[in-house]
């Protein structure tokens, strides 16, 4: 069975401190994950995915995270916070099988608070 | 861009009620997923659809329905709600093949009284 952890329930970080949020999963072979964020009374939006090759990944809003398939770990970071970032944050992991729908798994959530 | 529609941000129903909850997509896309998210258990799938008029039960497919008459449409159903399925309601769609990555609405905060 696929499983994803986010082990901090929140993250609190300073304005322009560089911040992460750790994920690491369980799946077998080798997964797409995925980074979501959620904004308060809103749906997820897509942030970024690895898909293959450059173990470092750049998405929207100047966010990044760093593969490790050796600790099976997916951490979003980025260089310096905005207040604008505090949200909520899922780590997803996706099974790369072709045929038939492959399941996706979210991890709980990890709430980010970014402070002026 | 992407545009997923639930009908109703927010709804206060009564115990054993009906309710409807509706998701309307419009790029095409062939998969549909209805996802339950509640604080610390993140987001749970109730039910998914990969094509019109199939349907997959997810983790949570308990005291639901869903139906796709048409592409763009995938309705959640609660044949008899109960207070235990207040909660967030997130519908989501994406393309059957690549990498899957889902395309969320806004959401809809069903409370059941």
């Known amino acids: 069975a696929q499983s994803v952890a986010q082990p901090e329930d929140q993250v609190n970080v300073a304005e322009g401190n560089p911040l992460t949020v750790k994920c690491t999963y369980s799946?077998?072979?080798?997964?797409?994950l995925f980074w979501y964020v959620q904004y308060p009374n809103r749906g997820l939006q897509f942030l970024l995915k690895?898909?293959?090759?450059?173990?470092l990944v750049k998405g929207s809003y100047g966010f990044e995270a760093e593969f490790n398939k050796s600790q099976t770990s997916f951490h979003l970071k980025k260089p310096s916070a905005l207040v604008s970032d505090s949200a909520l944050y899922f780590c997803?992991?996706?099974?790369?099988?072709?045929?038939?729908?492959?399941?996706?798994?979210f991890g709980t959530g990890t709430k980010l608070q970014v402070i002026p | 861009d992407v545009k997923v529609t639930q009908s109703s941000r927010y709804l206060v129903k009564r115990t054993g009620e009906k309710v409807f909850l509706e998701c309307v997509q419009d790029?095409?896309?062939?998969?549909m997923f209805w996802y339950r998210q509640d604080p610390g258990l993140g987001l749970r799938l109730i039910y998914f659809?990969?094509?019109?008029?199939m349907k997959e039960k997810g983790d949570i497919p308990e005291g639901y329905s869903v139906s796709r008459e048409k592409k763009e449409r995938f309705s959640l159903i609660l044949e008899s709600a109960s207070t235990n399925q207040t909660s967030m309601y997130l519908c989501?769609?994406?393309w059957g093949g690549g990498t899957g990555e889902l395309f969320f609405g806004e959401g809809s905060r069903l409370t059941v009284l």
């Open positions: 799946v077998s072979g080798n997964p797409y």
């Open positions: 790029m095409d896309h062939e998969n």
């Open positions: 989501a769609s994406s």
């Open positions: 690895y898909i293959t090759g450059d173990n």
């Open positions: 659809s990969y094509d019109v008029k």
């Open positions: 997803a992991v996706r099974p790369r099988y072709s045929g038939g729908y492959q399941k996706v798994t």
